[in-house]
């Protein structure tokens, strides 16, 4: 992973994320439709992403 991330929810049960990978770098944009062509591509890299690591269940190890 490349970062983890834990949190509690408004009743106090812990929520633990795994951040495993880095899509891109912050950047801005020129325009409303720029930013949406890139929301679509970052949300494909994302599910390709989460499949290879689900499939290989690397990214998600058994902490419990």
């Not at 951040?19 to 970052?42: P, S, T, V, Y």
Request: aromatic letters at 4%.
């Amino acid at each position: 992973p490349v970062d983890a991330v834990a949190s509690r929810t408004e009743d106090n049960h812990r929520i633990g994320v795994d951040l495993i990978a880095r899509i891109r770098e912050e950047r801005k944009f020129n325009g409303l439709d720029e930013l949406k062509a890139q929301i679509q591509k970052d949300a494909s890299q994302a599910r390709a992403l989460l499949a290879t690591a689900a499939a290989t269940s690397a990214a998600f190890p058994s902490k419990r």
